[in-house]
């Protein structure tokens, strides 16, 4: 949807993993390396082999928050502006992924992970409307914006 298969460096493809106990980048542990592992590989060589793209050409990254719950790890030429998308603390780059698992198999079950949310997102809507309701009503009125 992203890419018109014609232009490699507006490569932007998506690998998604069939099981369905694995929805973020929360739910990763020491377990999952093998999966991690192999999704890196299989699909830098298959974007290598298929389009001719190098592979230290590709950068390769889940998201947190992601915009559906089922793990699926993004594949982007280095060229391809993804704008949002690769803003700091909204990707995270997959071989860091790996080596943060590598060093603590439960990482991102106990690491506070900072993201960004865009003003009318609904998450941030939630998040509102949970500390309105949380503050005293003076605290409440003071602010102008909940973060």
């Known amino acids: ?6 232009h490699v460096e507006g490569l932007y493809c998506i690998a998604i993993v069939h099981r369905r106990d694995v929805r973020s980048l929360r739910d ?8 991690l592992r192999s999704m890196r590989r299989k699909g830098s060589q298959a974007l290598v082999e298929r389009y001719g793209v190098r592979e230290d050409e590709l950068r390769v990254y889940i998201h947190y928050q992601p915009s559906y719950y089922h793990l699926h790890v993004h594949f982007l030429h280095v060229n391809y502006d993804a704008g ?5 603390g909204k990707a ?41 309701s949380d ?13």
Do not use: S
């Open 1 to 6: 949807m992203k890419w018109d298969q014609k």
């Open 84 to 88: 949002a998308g690769m803003a700091v």
């Open 28 to 35: 990763l542990r020491g377990e999952h390396l093998p999966l």
């Open 92 to 132: 995270h780059l997959l071989n860091d992924i790996i080596d943060n698992i590598e060093i603590m198999p439960d990482y991102y079950a106990r690491r506070t992970l900072t993201f960004v949310l865009g003003e009318r997102d609904p998450l941030l809507q939630a998040f509102c409307k949970r500390k309105a």
């Open 135 to 147: 503050d005293p009503p003076d605290v409440h009125k003071a602010q102008q914006r909940c973060i």
